[in-house]
């Protein structure tokens, strides 16, 4: 399909070719591990093993390329077995890494406690501030990994500024953009190199399935990673491929009527008197408001507060919502809300990337926005 059809177009044809056989205009769920061979080596469409490749995985995969204006896109059987991925492929010992001061907790584990005894060293910088990113910089800095807006703070990072640092520095910039999601934000287009994503999160959307992806415009490495997928084995099974692709044909809608409903929650938590702070890149006040209007569409789903009464009274707030599901991860249909101190981020607790023990996540879903305002109301008491 050609890239020049808009975002909503592509989202639900790019990759989703009508089954050659029956006409089915939603590709069928191959859920098979082995194929059938027409003579040694003949290989019909180049099927051999589904580890290897897979037509739901395929047509998934053409669907991510096409979104994120990227050459190539590698579905995982998660977010982070994605990232492994590509750190494997990037990385050999004695590398090192500049990751943000925000960031996935999951992302922070996989840097300290699994690539660091691979050999593989990370600096922390506050990635919204470009000065700190090259002083960051080594001599042995292979890569420059950027979340924006970053989890749980929404912190906003300029893709274009740090894309330029990277290049100077003959490192590859890295953009997990699983909070933008690519109909709000396509880092590729910025200068990124690559993009991650965990699709579990708006790109499946009803939390029903877990996913990862890659995206390259780099055809080199885009067949390293290729290389290191299969070599890895930690693909997309079929049913979950089809489930994000399923998903991702209405990323569209959901993402607007997600980022229309956080507006009105941010607006609700500014006005609040037992919140101390909102930390959401559309309000006017935000640091990176500008950054994030100039390189995003909107400014997505995800809010996050702190509230008067420190860690208790956060807690308390996550147990008090009754519509507001209080539950981790984000990204579905229902609004979900956590204590990212006590769950998301308990394993970054004592290193630079350690949350406020007083902030509150919002995953701010497509509910009616009265009913989630009622919620979060109540919950503040």
Known sequence: ????????????????????LTGAVV??????????????GGLRGGYEYSRSANPTRTALEENLAALEG???????????????????????PGDHVVIPNDAYGGTFRLFAKVASRWGVEFSVADTSDVDAVRAALTPRTKAIWVETPSNPLLGITDI?????VARQAGARLVVDNTFASPYLQQPLALGADVVVHSTTKYMGGHSDVVGGALVTGDPELAEELAYHQNAMGAVAGPFDA????????????????????????????????????????????????????????AFGGMVSFRVT???EAAVEVCNRAKL????????????????????THASAAGSPL??????????????????????LTQALG
């Open 324 to 343: 507001f599901t209080l539950g981790e991860s984000l990204g579905g249909v229902e609004s979900l809300l956590e204590h990212p101190g006590r769950m």
């Open 70 to 92: 990227g050459r190539r896109g590698l579905a995982f059987a998660s977010g982070l077995a994605a990232e492994d991925c590509l750190l494997r492929t990037l990385l050999t």
């Open 1 to 20: 399909m050609s890239d020049q059809h808009s975002f909503e177009t592509l989202a639900i044809h790019a990759g989703n070719t009508a089954d050659p």
């Open 354 to 375: 350690e949350v406020p023990a007083d902030l509150v996540r919002l995953s701010v879903g497509i509910e009616n926005a009265d009913d989630l305002l009622a919620d």
């Open 309 to 311: 009464g420190g860690e």
């Open 242 to 297: 089809w489930l994000v692709l399923r998903g991702i044909k209405t990323l569209a809608v959901r993402m607007d009527r997600h980022d229309e409903n956080a507006t009105k929650v941010a607006d609700l938590l500014t006005r609040h008197p037992k919140v101390t702070q909102v930390l959401y890149p559309g309000l006017p006040e935000h640091p990176g408001h500008e950054i994030a209007a100039k390189q995003m569409k």
């Open 27 to 40: 590709p069928p769920i191959y859920q098979v591990s082995t194929y059938k061979q027409d003579g040694v």
């Open 160 to 164: 274009a500024a740090v894309a330029g």
